[in-house]
């Protein structure tokens, strides 16, 4: 295992030592520095800019043939930093523990390392890493606010007020599908120069809150947690399955939630991430398609189809079909014939 001592908190400072100890060049465009893993290393790319709000931005696409340990030690205080693993593994160990923590694809993780420790990250050998870090200076993320840090949210002021780094903060979590959609936003935009710039300052920030919503989040009961991780995505794709078997049968939408042990809120939020609509709405486009499709391709009474997509009235389904197609399905019967 290679061993790399990082003695700032700055990208020029991250990419000027690891070039130095890669034997390497480093390149700096509008500010973000760069550079390639060279072959007698690995392979990849690594990236750092720092933005004037004290957040820094650090993208790590890696694979090293031999096991990399980058041991971030400024004799400043340290910055939060909020990591999100999007493939591979790594380990974090504060310099003063002998207990490591494993991060793992999709999760997402909170350091805040105290004045006694730095923040040790473990690279293992022979796998490929994709991580995007971000680097929060204490002081000047402070400083940029509009507001008293007194009147901040007490969970986030127990965060930021501990601008000398008195206590450690590990917080090891999930990744919200929101981080997810805007972290691959962050990777495929293509554009340069300034453009590129205020594009990932201004995602940097929206990846920032995000990432403290999921810790608010965390502290919550489980019944009132509403941010969507990836285990509630088998529960939402199972009541999307159970809308489109049980059509004619739904029951409510709080006991289909029930169902698939998930909360009503998280539900919600989730169809309308998915697809853009409430549960309900999902429900009735699944209605109206189903009968349109019934409508074409079978000699089934206009009662009958009420029925099967699981409505009661007639006259309140004729309303919704024509308010979605324009016209009422009798005409559709009528054409078809």
């Not at 990932?200 to 989040?217: F, I, P, S, V």
């Amino acid at each position: 295992m290679n061993s790399i001592d990082i003695k700032g908190t700055s990208a020029e400072v991250l990419l000027k030592t690891l070039a130095k100890s890669f034997k390497t060049e480093y390149k700096n465009q509008y500010g973000e520095y760069s550079m390639e893993v060279p072959e007698s290393i690995g392979k990849g790319l690594i990236s750092g800019v720092n933005f004037p709000s004290g957040v820094g931005l650090f993208q790590f696409e890696v694979q090293f043939k031999i096991g990399q340990c980058l041991n971030f030690c400024s004799p400043t205080i340290h910055p939060f930093k909020f990591f999100y693993l999007l493939e591979g593994n790594l380990f974090h160990q504060f310099s003063e523990e002998i207990e490591s923590h494993e991060i793992n694809a999709n999760q997402s993780v909170i350091l805040g390392a105290n004045q006694a420790n730095s923040n040790k990250i473990f690279f293992p050998e022979k796998n490929k890493v994709s991580l995007i870090m971000l680097d929060v200076d204490r002081q000047k993320f402070i400083n940029q606010l509009t507001f008293p840090l007194i009147e901040m949210d007490d969970i986030y002021y127990q965060i930021f007020a501990d601008s000398e780094a008195k206590r450690k903060l590990y917080h090891h979590t999930q990744y919200s599908l929101k981080m997810a959609h805007l972290v691959t936003e962050l990777k495929n935009f293509n554009s340069h120069g300034l453009e590129k710039m205020s594009f990932q300052g201004a995602k940097a920030l929206e990846l920032l809150t995000y990432m403290l919503m999921l810790y608010r989040d965390d502290n919550k009961n489980e019944d009132f947690k509403s941010i969507i991780r990836p285990h509630d995505l088998h529960k939402i794709n199972n009541v999307v399955i159970t809308i489109e078997k049980k059509l004619a049968v739904l029951g409510t939408i709080s006991s289909i939630a029930q169902e698939q042990n998930i909360s009503e809120i998280k539900l919600q939020e989730g169809f309308q991430l998915l697809f853009n609509c409430s549960v309900n709405e999902y429900i009735i486009q699944k209605r109206l398609g189903t009968a349109m499709q019934l409508l074409l391709k079978t000699d089934k009474t206009i009662s009958e189809i009420v029925y099967d997509v699981g409505l009661s009235s007639r006259s309140h389904f004729s309303k919704i079909f024509k308010d979605k197609y324009g016209v009422v399905p009798t005409a559709i019967r009528l054409n078809r014939k």
